[in-house]
């Protein structure tokens, strides 16, 4: 498969802007689908800006921003050789209290997001920097102790559009770690005005061949991997970078991501036993699954019904299903496109982007699917709470589909 979207139309390109993808990556990655256009007529809030749904779940939410550096791994998109570091997004359980909401990004990373489409005269960059959230800052803790979900985001794509799903995980009781990879974003603030944009995207679109952009892609997905042990490590080790480290229950950790983060998300399951659970969320596997498998560890696959069925496009889903040894589901999302699972769909709704026809499916419908299913996973996973809505298809669900190949 060509790297490229199939069968874009203008509105499609519009819609795509809040996709996060530079210029130079602004393609479809191998064995994905092309990313979907987000729907109107919702309505916005009263000064125009677009809002996040409410958290669901008894906890206040608080939210931190850590800046982490691997001093033993060398980054292998930096042009200087330097070492790996991250951004990263802490939402967790808190008490009433703190400060005021947080930023859902910068400015400047909502330009660069904007850029990449051509798009910044026609979405004010602060407008979507400026999208309302419901985590406050230097909120006080929650009393306990919880699990921890790490979350990696598409390629190309900032943490930020994981921000729905981690503040509504939050507040039903999880510590969320959202994770910025240096240069594979359309850009990421680091501290001292630092600015870094999506150099292995770059790479990919200058790859020779397709065997060249699947070894880069490989690369994506194990590095990231290498991230989120990195991660796990400064959360939970004894030298925390996290001030409320304690909340953290070191024994309950799942890992999901989106598009390449959910194939990092297996991948950080093949590298780390420390890892209990994962979710791929429309992701093809780019390291794929051997013949061993994950060992007893669930997984859960949640996808696009158009790319991800059984028998579909991607072949790696079909191929690696059968080496996920333990509890395992096979979801997919009638009327979805690639970002249903992300805050882009609602996102485009608010601020009037037009639709997809062959992603039709509304953005709060998005949100509340990709909510639910995810936390039924985890709270099953994790908490050991039984979960109906995994049995099988519900009349309040028709648009997913459970598949058993």
Same mark, same amino acid.
């Given at each position: 498969?060509?790297?490229? $979207? ?12 809040? @996709? ?6 602004? =393609?479809? @990655? ?42 033993? %791994? ?16 802490? =939402? =967790? ?42 985590? !406050?800052? =230097? ?50 603030? $680091?501290?001292?005005? !630092? ?14 061949? &397709? ?62 036993? %420390? $890892? ?22 669930? $997984? ?12 579909? &496009? ?35 709704? &608010? ?28 709270? @099953? ?5 039984? &979960? ?18």
């Amino acid at each position: 498969m060509t790297i490229g $979207f199939r069968g874009r139309t203008a509105a499609v390109a519009l819609a795509a802007a809040l @996709l996060a993808a530079p210029a130079t990556a602004a =393609h479809a @990655l191998p064995g994905t689908p092309p990313p979907a256009a987000v729907a109107t007529a919702a309505t916005t809030t009263p000064a125009g800006i677009p809002e996040l749904p409410r958290p669901t779940g008894p906890y206040a939410v608080g939210t931190e921003i850590l800046h982490l550096t691997d001093h033993d %791994r060398t980054d292998p998109w930096a042009p200087d050789g330097g070492p790996r570091e991250l951004m990263v997004s802490v =939402h =967790h359980p808190a008490r009433p209290g703190g400060n005021g909401p947080a930023p859902y990004m910068t400015t400047e990373e909502a330009r660069l997001m904007l850029a990449g489409r051509g798009l910044e005269d026609v979405v004010p960059a602060t407008t979507v920097s400026s999208t309302r959230t419901h985590a !406050r800052t =230097h909120a006080p803790a929650a009393r306990g102790r919880f699990p921890l979900v790490l979350l990696s985001p598409g390629f190309g794509t900032p943490r930020a559009t994981l921000t729905s799903l981690a503040e509504d995980l939050a507040g039903r009781g999880y510590v969320v770690a959202t994770v910025d990879h240096a240069y594979e974003t359309s850009g990421t603030s $680091f501290p001292g005005g !630092r600015v870094l944009t999506c150099a292995a995207c770059r790479l990919l679109e200058d790859a020779p061949d &397709q065997e060249a952009q699947r070894k880069l892609l490989t690369a994506v997905s194990t590095g990231r991997a290498a991230d989120l042990s990195f991660v796990l490590d400064r959360l939970t080790g004894r030298h925390s970078a996290w001030r409320h480290s304690r909340m953290i229950d070191a024994s309950r950790v799942a890992v999901a991501g989106h598009s390449i983060g959910g194939s990092a998300a297996a991948s950080a399951l093949l590298a780390d036993r %420390r $890892f209990d659970a994962g979710i791929n969320m429309d992701g093809s596997f780019q390291e794929r699954i051997p013949a061993a498998g994950l060992g007893d560890r669930p $997984f859960m696959l949640l996808g696009t019904d158009s790319f991800h069925r059984p028998g579909g &496009q991607d072949v790696s889903w079909n191929e690696d299903w059968p080496r996920l040894g333990g509890w395992k589901r096979w979801l997919t999302v009638e009327e979805s496109g690639h970002f249903t699972f992300t805050d882009v769909p609602l996102l485009g709704e &608010q601020l009037g982007l037009p639709v997809d026809p062959e992603a039709p499916l509304p953005g709060e419908r998005s949100i509340r699917i990709t909510r639910d299913y995810v936390a039924a996973f985890l709270d @099953l996973h994790l908490k050991g709470r039984p &979960q109906p809505l995994l049995d099988g298809p519900t009349s309040a669900n028709p648009e997913v589909v459970f598949h058993h190949p």
